[in-house]
């Protein structure tokens, strides 16, 4: 938010709105590991939300589904069939986790598009647990599943022999900076679109570029709301893409 | 947010309450995101796993059961009526060759009683017909007799007459040739 600061003129906050603080007592009181804070809270919606749609929306079981039910099956079918496609059928008993991923990304997402929420998603800290989660979750399934064959995933073999040494150190290191990526990718895009969001909003204290200010918001907000979901599509393909990468290493 | 916050508790937020640089990189908040982040995962993988995946999964199949079920049995039925409508047409073409044998036989039978009939009648007037020829023959038979006699007695009464005495076996030969004659 912007307020008017100390000096008189306009001052802005944009990464306020990132601030982990206590929810309950002091706002500026101390964050241990197990304190309940705004990052809980929203967090916890989000798995609210999951229950509230996928338990309570698919209570009736019906064979005609209710609004609820037919969302949360167009879901469950989207992303099935997303890591069916990408992974092969080996790949559909790690649904369940995509799925987990793709589920609290999405509702984080949304839910830190209610006005003066928490976006969880925003935090490198979050999006680094997920991001390395899967990056050391798919190299134990590589290693698992092909032994040191797996290896073989950065000897590309279709290409010219004299390249394949060159192409194997690359190989290495786009592999290493794939969790980085796919952490900072989200962590990026929503803190990115929340900080421009704070901006705009502080210049519509300014009334001479109020009008076009709170336009430029709805626009933004927009866009947001593609972000939010598509960010979330990115994450769980890319897990897919990485899975099948562990599951079938030979180019 | 402004109001005075006396001690701040991390080196990520100033004494006015605002964020210092990116809260995102503020170590100080990492274990307690990191923790929540954890418990909310599992959360969401317990609900999916134990409660809302297999419930929608059995939804899912079920239905897709149902829709097979139902287009087999709508096939099921097609084929009954196709069968029914054979059925039909086979019953159809067998009542009419009933119709057709019963039709014949009839005819036939009928023909029969005809040819019968015709037949008996036939013999009926040949019989009479035999028996008016006889009668006929008799009647002419009993005439030629009747006519000799007749020329006999006129003959033998011409001969008293013209004075002579009969001889009646001359006259009846006389008769005989004559009425034999004609």
Known sequence: MAEPSETGGLSFHPMDQFIVKPLFGDAGGAVGMLTITNATFWMALAAVCVVLLFVMGTRSRAMIPSRSQSIAELAYGFVYKMVEDVTGKDGVKYFPYIF??????????????????????????????????????????????????FLSLFWVSSAPLILRPILAVIEVISYFVRPVS???????????GHAVMKVFAGFAAVTLVAPFT??????????????????????????CVYLKDALHPHH | MADVVTETASACVNELG???????LCGDWFLNQIFWLLVTLAVIYLVLTKVALPRIGAVLAERSGTISNDLA??????RQAAEAETAYNQALAEARAEAQRISGETRAAIKADLDAAIAKADEEIAAKTAESEAQIAEIQANAATSVAQVARDIAADIV???????????????????VKGN
């Open chain 1, 100 to 149: 987990t991923l793709f589920l609290f990304i999405l509702f984080s997402n949304m839910l830190a598009l209610i006005p003066m929420s928490f976006s969880p998603t925003s935090h490198i800290a979050v999006t680094a647990v997920m991001g390395f989660g899967v990056f050391f979750a798919v190299t134990i399934i590589g290693f698992v599943k092909n032994g040191a064959s």
């Open chain 1, 182 to 192: 796919h952490s900072v990718r989200l962590a990026g895009a929503i803190t990115a």
């Open chain 1, 214 to 239: 709170i336009g430029a918001m709805v626009a933004i907000y927009a866009l947001e709301l593609l972000v939010a979901g598509i960010q979330a599509y990115v994450f769980a393909i890319l897990t």
């Open chain 2, 18 to 24: 605002h964020a210092v640089g990116m809260p995102q």
């Open chain 2, 73 to 78: 049995a709508a096939e099921d039925l097609n």
């Open chain 2, 160 to 178: 008293t007459a013209v004075g002579g005495t009969p001889d009646q076996a001359a006259i009846d030969a006389a008769v005989d040739t004559r």
